[in-house]
């Protein structure tokens, strides 16, 4: 259970797709333009990154690997596909808003690289935690970076008003300009902390340091 945790914490934080690897940039800036957006691509990625990675490791070892790519695209494509079917079955209007971008998932970056880096490499339960750490990870970065240009492009959250009345939405936070904004005020504030983070490691160890050479100091 030990691996399986570290394997899908992973994908929450250190190895956040769009802000830490800097993956699948495309459907994060075009389709986010609202939070059910986000959500909804976010969630269709989960379904074929879990599913992806688990078949991909079940038949890793029958799987030449001079065509493991050509292998890897067809699984993946089965599997959007079956995305897609749901999606018009059930959430047409959600199908309709993402368009092109929901066959799309089966070039993605992501479904691609996690199956290449790792799916192949690992046993199915850690390929499942990989699979699912990442996807929500990458959920949570659309599901913010669209609430946040929903915010204060629309004035709404899931569609629901939340601002106060007479504010004026700023109408380019829901154009492509308004995600290039938001994705590099993200990016920022994540460089940003990490450095405060960097910093305050090197002074716990620093502090450690000196109150090793005290205590060498007073044995002598």
Excluded at 60 to 72: G, M
Excluded at 161 to 175: A, H, K, L, Y
Excluded at 193 to 218: L, P, Y
Aim: charged share 15%; aromatic share 10%.
């Amino acid at each position: 259970m030990h691996a399986f945790f570290k394997e899908f914490i992973k994908g929450l934080w250190a190895e956040l797709p769009p802000f830490r690897l800097v993956l699948g940039l495309c459907p994060t800036l075009a389709v986010t333009k609202s939070a059910g957006n986000g959500l909804g691509m976010g969630a269709a990625v989960i379904f074929v990154l879990v599913l992806s990675n688990v078949i991909i490791s079940l038949v890793r070892k029958l799987i030449p690997k001079k065509v493991r790519i050509a292998c890897f695209i067809a699984i993946s494509a089965s599997l959007v596909v079956s995305v897609e079917l749901l999606m018009q079955a059930y959430a047409y209007p959600l199908y309709q808003q993402l368009g092109i971008f929901v066959p799309l998932i089966v070039v993605n970056c992501i479904i691609l690289g996690r199956a290449e880096a790792f799916a192949a490499k690992n046993p199915p339960l850690l390929a499942a935690a990989d699979g699912l750490g990442i996807g929500l990870g990458f959920t949570m970065s659309l599901t913010f970076l669209g609430a946040l240009r929903e915010i204060f492009g629309s004035g709404t959250l899931f569609g629901t008003s939340v601002m106060w009345d007479g504010f004026q939405p700023f109408r380019i936070m829901i154009e492509a300009p308004g995600a290039f904004i938001c994705l590099g005020l993200i990016l920022a504030g994540m460089n940003w902390f990490n450095v405060i983070q960097a910093r305050r490691r090197d002074q716990k160890a620093a502090q450690i340091a000196a109150r090793g050479c005290e205590a060498c100091g007073q044995h002598k």
